[in-house]
């Protein structure tokens, strides 16, 4: 029995986003969606789908799962995995439908084979996953009609090979749903969410209280580990850069900064990715110990942040994204610098990576209930060098933004 417990999204609001699906199911004339999600272990890739429609998000999902949205009856969730699972799922999940499938990834637990009484090996005829969804629609009686997928891009060749083999109605060109739902975020998700950015918070003070000359890279970021980890995180990764003597140009930025000693006058960048009920948070600190930076690196730190503070104040709902990136090239301009790569964040939430993405030519427009990760990258001049002290957690709000992890942003000096 699905027992909920503190930061926990209730099943009425799970239940609509079945609903929301559902009506784009009937008007786009399928039969079905089905929501793919990659193992959650693949932490940088599309993992969020599942979890956002079954509340089966967490750290132990190792499998690949779908859930199937008819047109007609009730959601199924699909698992390539074998018989305990269905317990654990039960115990987090309100899919009362649950599903064991084989796995046509040979590395995978396929629960195609069972022993016999005579403890003999033995096969059973299990369902692949798109026999079984064949199958779930012709039970429903909407069988005929192609099927939608949200989260193919993640899918492995295998898999889609086999729906495409077993579909027996075929496989219609979507717009992902799935996805645009994620993008808009509810009050209940919003309360997860500044927690984890709480949790984020709360590891960068360890980072000022660790942070000494001759402390270890390692030592430090796994200090920080510590502290989001005892504060709940599902997952924690402090990646720490440094510049030696705070030479941004000599300085080796992201090659082992953990396997060294830090002393004083380093300029150090910490990246702070951490997870907690599912939900993510991206963000950057930097600073120096003992000494201050020098005229080089401290005009291009200083540059960085404004540029970030330019963007953040010009966000609003119903600017388009590519506006907010103009405003940010502008502004990294009247400084000497260019933003590089043309990307200045993306969202975030039960993916390191989701819809909006803050790309040049994006034609989408900020909304309420956006969150993403900003993190303007400048060019030094004459180098292929960046510099990115600076990452913050945006939430769109009626009147404008507000952002969500509260520790300074301005560079530190311990």
């Given at each position: ?84 699972m ?5 115990e ?11 796995s ?8 195609s ?50 729906l495409?083999?077993?579909i ?13 739902l ?14 984890v ?11 000022i ?32 850069h ?5 030479d ?19 300029y150090?960048n ?65 400084f000497?610098y260019?933003i ?5 964040g993306?969202?975030q ?27 303007v ?38």
């Amino acid at each position: 029995m699905w027992a909920k417990s503190e930061h926990e999204i209730p099943e009425s609001q799970f239940q609509q986003r079945i609903a929301r699906v559902r009506e784009f199911v009937i008007q786009q004339g399928l039969s079905c969606v089905v929501a793919y999600s990659a193992p959650k272990v693949h932490q940088w890739g599309q993992t969020g789908h599942v979890g956002y429609l079954t509340n089966w998000s967490n750290l132990d999902r190792i499998t690949d799962t779908m859930v199937v949205i008819p047109r007609e009856g009730e959601p199924v969730l699909l698992v390539a995995g074998v018989e305990y699972m269905l317990e654990q799922i039960s115990e987090v999940s309100w899919i009362r439908d649950v599903r064991l499938v084989g796995s046509p990834d040979l590395r995978a637990i396929s629960s195609s084979y069972t022993p016999n009484i005579a403890g003999e090996e033995a096969s059973t005829e299990t369902r692949s996953f798109g026999k079984e969804i064949n199958h779930i629609l012709k039970d429903n009686g909407c069988d005929g009609l192609p099927i939608g997928i949200s989260g193919i891009e993640s899918m492995p060749v295998t898999i889609y090979r086999d729906l495409t083999s077993s579909i027996e109605s075929g496989i219609a060109e979507i717009d992902d749903i799935v996805a645009k739902l994620r993008q808009i975020k509810t009050p209940e998700e919003m309360t997860i969410i500044k927690k984890v950015a709480a949790i984020s918070d709360l590891s960068y003070q360890t980072m000022i209280e660790e942070l000494e000359d001759g402390v270890w890279g390692y030592e430090l970021t796994a200090e920080m580990d510590r502290t989001a980890k005892r504060s709940g995180a599902d997952f924690v990764y402090h990646c720490m850069h440094t510049a030696p003597g705070g030479d941004l140009l000599a300085g080796k930025l992201s090659i082992k900064a953990h396997d060294c000693r830090l002393h004083k006058g380093d300029y150090i960048n910490v990246n702070a990715y951490v997870v907690y009920k599912g939900y993510w948070i991206q963000s950057d600190r930097a600073g120096t110990i003992g000494k201050r930076l020098g005229s080089v690196a401290s005009e291009a730190v200083d540059a960085n942040l404004r540029v970030q503070d330019n963007v953040i104040e010009a966000i609003k709902p119903g600017l388009p994204i590519k506006e907010l990136i103009r405003i940010g090239d502008e502004a990294a301009e009247r400084f000497g610098y260019r933003i590089q790569g043309g990307r200045i964040g993306h969202g975030q939430g039960l993916d390191y990576s989701e819809q909006p993405f803050l790309i040049a030519g994006s034609e989408k427009i900020l909304t309420p209930g956006n969150v993403f990760v900003l993190h303007v990258c400048l060019e030094i001049p004459g180098t292929n060098i960046l510099i990115n002290p600076i990452a913050d957690l945006c939430h769109v709000t009626k009147d404008g933004v507000e952002v969500l992890n509260k520790f300074p942003r301005e560079v530190f000096h311990v």
